[in-house]
């Protein structure tokens, strides 16, 4: 999910650079969303690793 989300980072930078800002934006969009997803996900599992007592790290 971290690399599809630094995929579209990357996508977003070069198609502004090219002007491409409509699909610079919605790049960039989907970025946030699909890191945000991350974000939640790798802190969903370390909350679920602590309480079953499991090492976290």
Do not use: D, Y
Request: hydrophobic share 75%; proline share 0%; no cysteine.
């Amino acid at each position: 999910m971290l690399g599809w989300s630094l995929i579209f980072a990357v996508l977003a930078i070069v198609a502004g650079l090219l002007g491409f800002i409509g699909l610079a934006g919605l790049a960039a969009t989907v970025a946030k969303v699909l890191f945000v997803i991350f974000l939640v996900l790798l802190v969903g599992s370390f909350v679920i690793r602590a309480v079953r007592g499991q090492s976290v790290l």
